[in-house]
């Protein structure tokens, strides 16, 4: 496994890679659970099984799902200039700004793979290093910044370093 997928803490599911596509499989227990959080829904629209993966094509190897979570226009440009260059650039983005991603999706590195090709800009220590600022991203025409409402206190509303999902 290259990365869980996870909404908030729930692991939904994994990507993997598969040749020159990246897959994604839903995990089983997500899918047994009756209360589970929806990733979205296209994948609801469809019978799911963790032995059906999802991939994206030898062309564009990221499942859409996942590529739609990735910046776009300017913001994207600014992310692929501080990452080295790959065959897998979008995967590498995704690893890279996974904690940060839009609403409560989260793709992180799977911790029980330690065989995984994680590229040195998506490592855990390069995501949470405050001299590289680059650290969410949401699709979209215009640049936007991710912040974190205070639910004692919605007065308080933060700009997170990494890692903490915002609203």
Do not use: C, W
Request: glycine residues 8%; charged residues 25%; without cysteine.
């Amino acid at each position: 496994m290259i990365a869980q997928v996870m909404l908030n803490d729930v692991l939904v599911g994994y990507l993997d890679q598969a040749g020159d596509v990246i897959a994604f499989t839903f995990d089983e227990a997500y899918l047994a659970s009756p209360d589970r959080p929806v990733l979205g829904q296209a994948f609801e629209d469809r019978v799911l099984s963790p032995d059906q993966p999802f991939t994206g094509s030898p062309s564009i190897p990221l499942p859409t799902f996942f590529r739609n979570a990735l910046p776009e226009g300017a913001l994207r440009k600014v992310v692929e200039a501080r990452l080295q260059h790959s065959r897998l650039i979008e995967l590498d983005m995704l690893l890279r700004l996974g904690p940060d991603l839009p609403g409560a999706l989260r793709v992180v590195a799977d911790p029980l793979d330690p065989g995984a090709d994680m590229p040195e800009a998506a490592s855990p220590r390069r995501a949470a290093d405050t001299a590289d600022p680059l650290r969410f991203s949401l699709s979209g025409v215009q640049l936007k910044a991710s912040v974190h409402v205070d639910l004692d206190d919605e007065q308080k509303i933060t700009l997170p370093l990494a890692g903490q999902g915002g609203r």
